[in-house]
Structure formats: C-alpha cells, structure tokens
C-alpha cells in the first residue's frame, strides 16, 4: 500500500473527517475539538464511539440535551405536516409561541413578538428599533442631533453589523470598521460613567442602552444590581428603551424565565427582551418581545422581515421546549443545581480553581493562571465538554435536564484537572 494511503488509513474517523471539513468549511472557528455523531440526555458520541458529558449544550443552546423524546415528537410531526410557508402565512405553532413568550416574560398588553433565526438576528432587530425609537424621540424633544445608543464594556451582542457595532471586544470589532455610527460604550458597573454619558450636553439624545445581565462572553461576570437598577431609572428619566439581551441567560438558564425577573439581577421592566439559544432547544431559533403597544407600533409593515422567521418547525421544537421546561421543573432545578455545582466545584481540593461564579446552570470556574484553553482540551480528552471563553475562566453551561448524577460524575473529572497545565 502506498504510504500516503497507508497513513489515511491509520487516521481515526475524527481525524479524516477533520481533515475534510478543512478542505471546505471557512476557517472562522478555528479547528473543530470533534467531529460529534448523536448525543441522548447530556451525553454525545463522536465518530469514533468516544463518550462524553456535555456541560457546554451548544454553548447554553440544548437546554433539554439530546434527542429528548418530546422534542424529537415534536418536530417529527411538524415535519409531516409543514416545515416551512413564509411570512406571507402564519401557523398555530407560531402564534401559540408568541402568546406563550409574552406570558412568561410578564409583558404588558399590547407587546409583540418578532422572530428571527439567531441571537444576532435577535439583537439587530432590537437595535433597528432602538433606531426608529430614537428619530421618534428627536421629534419629541425638538432635538435634531444623532441620537445615541449605548453598551457596556465587555459586551457581546452578535456579528452581524449592527450587533456588533453593540460588542465592546475590539480584537472582533475592529477589522470591520467603520461600523454603525453613534454607539458608545459605557464601563459595566460603573453608574457615575452611566450617568455621565446620559448627561453629555454636548452630544444628541440616548436612544436605548443594550446590556446582558450575565456578560457571558466576558466569563460568566453579572451586572451588579445596584448598576442594573441604576440604567433602569436613567433610561426613564431620559425616556431611553432600556435592552435586555437575554440570548444566553433566557429560557430558565439562570434559574428563572428571564434573567431580568430574578431580583439579584435587578428585579426590572425591560423596554424589549431578546432570546434566542435555548428556545427551541437545539433548532434555530431567535426573537425580541416588545413591551407594550406604542413600542411594538414602531415595526409597521417592511420595517423587518426574514424568509424563514417564525417558521411552524422551529416554534414547534420551541413550545415542545417549553412545554417540557414547564412539565419538569427545569426552572427552579436550573438554582438548585446550580448551587450544587458552585458549591461541588469549591469543595473540590484543586488548587487550580481560585474561584466560581454565575446564576443557576450559567456558571464559570475562576483558573489561578491563564491556561484556559489547556484546561478545556484536557477535560475534553478525559470525557468532559467545557468552554474557555478567556483565558483564566472556564465556562460550564450543561442542559437543563443535567442530573445531580450528571454534577458528580463532572466534579469528578474537574477534581483530576492538573494545575500545572501550561498557560495559553
């Protein structure tokens, strides 16, 4: 056999299909940690057969895990019936999901859902109407300069243009400028610098403020209340919309619906909610809630629009999701177990781990030096998914459904972690 054949040959299934999706993917990600099968409940199989405890969900997407039997049923039947019709249609599943993300949200009469297909394409929803609202409030103030819209420090809101022209990283922000004008960004935590950029006399109106409760892209870091309650009354001294972007911490990933109800986060009234990730529990899906009616008003007829937004499959898979959050105690599980981890991981005797943090199954582990890619990779190799998402922080996100089994066997393997892994 030729030695090059030879070579192929002895590659694993994971390695030659490794070396494929090279040859054709775009290298935007980087190079995959897997090439992943099936998975049931918090479990997934490479190609190989290798086994592994999933404790990222798709990065906090799963939120029932893998082939949950009310999910797969779900959107089997929606299948049969109707995956797709366009906008120019609606379906039960779509309106019925509409109605259901308003009530748990806690929305006024007269809020509205908009659906798209991504937490970028939630949030650009969002910013376009934080837009409209500012030329609206130009007009209410007899005030023709630009108005604003602000962001926090270590923000992440998306890749998409006017996403990103919201997220603080600069390493990703700057090869795309110029990007949208007329966004500031504003120290997290900080109410005086808050509180300064809304009282700039020298510059136009504040539009909208956008924030994540849990900046989890920053390594899992919540607002502290005070701040959060801080923005909330600015906002509505200056009638700014204040926009809660919960594409990671909603659907009962802190331990309640939305992060924004929980009253260690700040226990406020968002002017528009969006979500995206754990909706549907694995199928694309994302969206805003507008609260109230002047609000929703603003989104007339060809404002927006995308093809497949709201279609029957993905609001099925969704109301499934929900539907079994609600029947199973996902929410108040997401606390309870949550602590359990927190206190699981600062019982263990790993000198490594210097501190945890986050709110319900949104949580992070704190590393004595930065070797957080180092640690991820061991963990992967010894059957553990987690995520480095800096350099000193490991991010843990497994599914709702994650069993106090589940923590153990995950306590187990993070308790083995070396300390002296090298630094990124």
């Known amino acids: 056999m030729h030695t090059e054949q030879q070579e192929r040959h002895a590659l694993t299934q994971d390695e030659q299909w490794l070396d494929a999706y090279d040859d054709v993917h775009m290298h935007v990600f980087g190079k995959p940690l897997r090439v992943l099968d099936h998975g049931e409940g918090t479990h997934v199989w490479d190609v190989d057969g290798n086994e592994y405890l999933d404790f990222l969900a798709g990065i906090a997407v799963n939120a029932l895990g893998y082939a949950h039997p009310a999910w797969v049923k779900a959107v089997a039947d929606q299948a049969a019936k109707a995956a797709h019709v366009s906008n120019y249609f609606a379906t039960v599943p779509q309106i019925e999901l509409a109605e259901r993300l308003i009530r748990l949200a806690g929305a006024p009469e007269g809020s509205h859902v908009y659906f ?11 910013l376009k109407m934080a837009k409209l609202y500012g030329r609206l409030l ?3 103030q007899a005030d023709d300069r630009p108005y604003r819209i602000l962001a926090l420090t270590h923000g992440f809101h998306g890749r998409t243009m006017g996403a990103l022209s919201a997220t603080w990283k600069p390493v ?23 509180a300064d950029a809304f009282g700039d006399e020298a510059k136009g109106p ?5 924030m994540e409760l849990i900046q989890g892209e920053a390594g899992v870091r919540p ?8 923005v909330r009354e600015l906002c509505d001294t200056h009638e700014a919309l204040l926009i809660v972007d919960e594409v990671q911490t909603g659907i009962g990933r802190t331990g309640a619906w939305f992060a924004f109800q929980r009253e260690d986060l700040g226990g406020i009234v968002p002017n528009i909610v969006t979500f995206a990730k754990g909706v549907a529990g694995g199928f694309p899906m994302g969206g805003m809630i507008s609260f109230g009616q002047e609000l929703s008003d603003l989104f007339s007829p060809g404002r927006h629009g995308s093809t497949f937004a709201g279609n029957p499959m993905g609001a099925a898979a969704a109301l499934a999701t929900l539907d079994t959050i609600e029947r199973e105690g996902l929410v108040s599980a997401a606390e309870t177990r949550g602590a359990y981890l927190r206190q699981g991981i600062m019982a263990l005797d790993n000198t490594l781990f210097r501190a ?20 991820m ?10 995520n480095a998402c800096d350099p000193s922080t490991l991010r843990l996100a497994p599914p709702l459904v994650v069993s106090p089994q589940d923590i153990d066997d995950a306590l187990i393997i993070l308790g083995q972690m070396p300390s ?5």
């Open 377 to 386: 990779a061991w963990a992967l190799d010894h059957g553990l998914i987690v």
């Open 206 to 210: 504040v539009a909208a403020v956008i």
């Open 116 to 126: 798209g297909n991504s937490g970028a394409e939630a949030n650009e929803a969002a």
């Open 223 to 230: 607002l502290d209340a005070d701040f959060v309650r801080t």
């Open 172 to 194: 990703i922000r700057e090869p795309f400028e110029p990007l949208v004008p007329n966004f500031e960004f504003v120290e997290a935590n900080d109410a005086e610098a808050m």
């Open 356 to 375: 945890v943090r986050g709110r319900g199954l949104l949580d992070a582990i704190e590393l004595a030096h930065p070797c957080a890619h180092a640690a």
């Open 420 to 424: 002296d892994l090298p630094d990124d």
């Open 138 to 140: 130009q007009d209410r």
